[in-house]
């Protein structure tokens, strides 16, 4: 089965730092690319983060751009998130998504930054 | 940064309806383009890609059209299952998503 299962959420005070994984399985993930997505409480989609299958090519979102630092361990089956300067408006669920147009996501995983 | 705007941000219909999503990029970008359908408390759902390829297993009362910088996503006979949130999104270079539509039964 094609699975993505984040982990690494949980509550922050602003400022503070947290890392986000997430393990895929089912499917040869060194061949995909992948993002991050986060949706804050009741709000709309927002694209955080790309990287290529090889790590040659990565986005960040305006908003997290000098804060959040994506990467994949191909080897792991992993990806991650590492956030750092954490504001009260990085609150969301934080989704791993696969692949350009986004066919297979993960269930997410709860980010609360506050004080 | 290309900017992805979609309308309207609500609708409602009635069931049987034709229901129309636009989404307008303020670049080109070609056919580079996706829908989802996000339901309450459930992850986003593909329904097409490319512009106009219908994602296997969704309804073909939904079909996608466009290309550059205009694009349409149209339900061709609302029905109560429908009823969610639908988003555009780009994927060529840095992806980003549209706002959001939500559709209601009237």
């Known amino acids: 089965e094609v699975q993505l299962v984040e982990s690494g959420g949980g509550l922050v005070q602003p400022g503070g730092s947290l890392r986000l994984s997430c393990a895929a399985s089912?499917?040869?993930?060194?061949?995909?690319?992948m993002n991050w997505v986060r949706q804050a409480p009741g709000k709309g989609l927002e694209w955080v983060s790309y990287i290529s299958s090889s790590s040659s090519t990565i986005y960040y979102a305006d908003s997290v751009k000098g804060r959040f630092t994506i990467s994949r361990d191909n080897a792991k089956n992993s990806l991650y998130l590492q956030m750092n300067s954490l504001r009260d408006e990085d609150t969301a669920v934080y989704y791993c998504a696969r692949d350009r147009a986004v066919l297979i996501w993960g269930q997410g995983t709860t980010v609360t930054v506050s004080s | 940064d290309i900017q992805m705007t979609q309308s309207p941000s609500s609708l409602s219909a009635s069931v049987g309806d034709r229901v129309t999503i636009t989404c307008r990029a303020s670049q080109g970008i070609s056919n580079y383009l996706a829908w989802y359908q996000q339901k309450p408390g459930k992850v986003p759902k593909l329904l097409i890609y490319a512009a106009s390829t219908l994602q296997s297993g969704v309804p073909s009362r939904f079909s996608g059209s466009g290309s550059g910088t205009d694009f349409t996503l149209t339900i061709s006979s609302l029905q109560p299952e429908d009823v969610a949130t639908y988003y555009c999104?780009?994927?060529?270079?840095?992806?980003?998503f549209g706002q959001g539509t939500k559709v209601e039964i009237k």
């Open positions: 999104q780009k994927y060529n270079s840095a992806p980003q």
């Open positions: 089912g499917f040869t993930f060194s061949s995909y690319s």
